[in-house]
């Protein structure tokens, strides 16, 4: 039988001075009490209580082990107060992970906007290491984790934080020595700048959609900076998001290709641990990245 079951109705008994007392602060029986305690008895070894017709009262060694037991249950109840306190208050650590191309960009400003909000909660953010099983970031004690592909995993919970616009584009440069990208199969001719994560591409919306695997990789990183670069120096095609290539396109440096295909957004997920109950430091961040980003909208582009 569960040893704080029975050190509870002990305790109780030990206040009440009686099995019928302690019965009725219980809400049970007087001979479920008087079994706890006789179990109790049965276990440590020795008689706590002398009982008689009338009453109830405690031997030496029950004296004793009632100030200990209940010294124990407070604790307990103590440290139950606390986390569940803890559990409903923005602060203490918060760790995070994802994706190098995601934190170097929109997404580390953004957690550095909330770190910056919230001074009472510790923010431990990392880049890479991330395991293709969704929910290893759990094992390796994270609290977030985020992807940019949709998932279907019940071990976690997600929610949507923002759509990513990426953008196919290339430097006049390369354009003017290579010739124009006229339709997406011509990707195939073409000096193509890859993510090594991304090496197929998908052009256009809906049905008119199309993938493309790219073959003809003239650059590869797993920096899509280092891909912008190499597309500003005349390299070739790179898809890229488009928040940090902005300036490059608004500039001229950089080209849109396509512009009446497009590309596909990148759905931005938070995922987070299971439970009843979301933690209100991990509630609170994820409701702050979901404002900032509609906050912080990209531009569209001027053509």
């Known amino acids: 039988m569960d ?3 029975l050190m509870h109705s002990f305790v109780t008994v030990a206040q009440s001075g009686s099995f019928s007392g302690a019965a009725k ?7 479920l009490v008087s079994r706890h305690v006789a179990e109790l008895e049965r276990q440590v070894g020795v008689r706590l209580v002398n009982r008689t017709a009338r009453s109830v009262s405690l031997t030496e060694p029950g004296l004793r082990y009632a100030e200990f037991a209940a010294r124990i249950l407070d604790e307990i109840d103590a440290e139950d107060a606390s ?4 559990h409903d208050r923005a602060e203490g650590s918060l760790s995070i992970i994802c ?13 550095a906007a909330f770190s910056a909000a919230h001074p009472k909660i510790s923010v431990r953010f990392e880049l890479g290491g991330m395991s293709d099983r969704t929910y290893d970031f759990l094992d390796s004690g994270f609290d977030i984790a985020f992807h940019t592909r949709d998932l279907r995993d019940s071990s976690v919970r997600l929610k949507k934080i923002a759509s990513l616009p990426f953008v196919l584009c290339a430097a006049k440069g390369y354009l003017d020595r290579e010739g124009p990208l006229t339709e997406p199969n011509a990707l195939a001719h073409h ?17 008119a959609s199309t993938l493309h695997k790219i073959r003809n990789i003239a650059f590869s990183s797993n920096s899509y900076i280092a891909l ?20 490059d396109l608004m500039s001229g440096a950089l080209q849109v290709l396509l512009p009446e295909l ?26 702050f990245l979901a404002e900032w980003f509609s906050q912080n909208p990209i531009p569209a582009i001027q053509s």
């Open 3 to 5: 040893r704080l079951l």
């Open 25 to 31: 602060k219980l809400g049970s029986s007087g001979s």
């Open 83 to 86: 986390l569940s306190h803890l």
């Open 99 to 111: 994706p190098k191309w995601i934190g170097s960009l929109d997404l580390g400003d953004a957690i």
């Open 191 to 207: 000096d193509c700048l890859v993510h090594v994560n991304d090496p197929v591409w998908r052009i256009g919306h809906g049905h």
């Open 228 to 247: 912008q670069k190499a597309a500003v120096h005349g390299r070739g095609i790179a898809l890229l998001p488009q928040r940090p290539a902005y300036d």
């Open 262 to 287: 497009a590309v596909p957004d990148r759905p931005l997920y938070a995922i987070y641990g299971p439970g009843l109950a979301t933690p209100r430091k991990v509630s609170v961040f994820l409701d």
